[in-house]
């Protein structure tokens, strides 16, 4: 049995530990973003084997009915990717020399937090919080729920980087030198959200806490 197991280990998201003075989480900081992921599949996954490339728990099911050898079986409307798609397979140890050199998005991974109307009284009950985070870069940004993107001045964004400053401490998002790599992010964003345009649950205005 133990040849021929699919074994899949992760878990929920918790709060942060006091990191930023929060004990909360449904924030994009690394400390609630980033869960164990591990599989293990003899002879069909490589063994001890750690990549950097960004995933996501919504990338599980497509990857796993692929590994059973039942991707015919996978609905069209399926979100997520086959995590061991030839594709997808990087480098044990990933080359962040060039930080946003994928062609696509298959390295990034998104989140979007709508935040309780009745704790922030004062937002506009159209906005959502999006994020992405790459190999080198985690960038968030007020979005409408409709899928548009706001005015810059609304957008309150902050991006990292993650390989010279891993603890987040300096928010380049007005920093001249990073406006290539913001518009490449917020681009990707808006390539995900028309892939997955939100739905009506998350455009209701009475909704609080929604994730998405």
């Known amino acids: 049995m133990g040849e ?19 004990g909360e989480k449904g924030t994009f900081d690394s400390e609630v973003w980033r869960v164990p992921f591990v599989w293990s599949y003899p002879g069909k996954i490589p063994e001890g084997v750690s990549v950097e490339t ?15 050898g039942l991707e015919d079986r996978i609905p069209d409307t399926w979100c997520g990717r086959d995590l061991f798609a030839p594709a997808l397979r990087p480098k044990a140890k990933a080359d962040v ?17 709508r935040a ?20 080198g870069f985690r960038l968030d940004l007020n979005w409408f729920t409709d899928g548009s993107l706001p005015e810059e001045t609304a957008q309150d964004g902050s991006l990292y980087d993650l390989v010279a400053d891993p603890f987040e401490t300096r928010n380049l998002w007005n920093d001249a030198t990073m406006r290539g790599v913001r518009k490449r992010l917020v681009t990707a964003i808006q390539s995900w959200i028309d892939r997955n345009p939100p739905g009506a649950i998350l455009q209701d205005p009475t909704k609080a806490g929604t994730f998405y």
Not at 4 to 21: A, M, Q, R
Not at 55 to 65: F, Q
Not at 99 to 113: E, N, R, T, W
């Open 116 to 135: 309780p109307v009745e704790d922030w009284p004062e937002l506009d009950p159209r906005i959502m919080r999006v994020a992405v985070r790459s190999i």
């Open 54 to 68: 960004p995933c996501g728990t919504i990338d599980t099911a497509k990857t796993l009915l692929t590994l059973l």
């Open 97 to 113: 020399g060039d930080k946003l050199s994928q062609s696509d998005s298959d390295a990034l991974a998104f989140g979007v937090i």
């Open 4 to 22: 021929n197991t699919i074994i899949f280990y992760s878990t929920d998201h918790g709060k942060s530990l006091g990191e930023w003075g929060s």
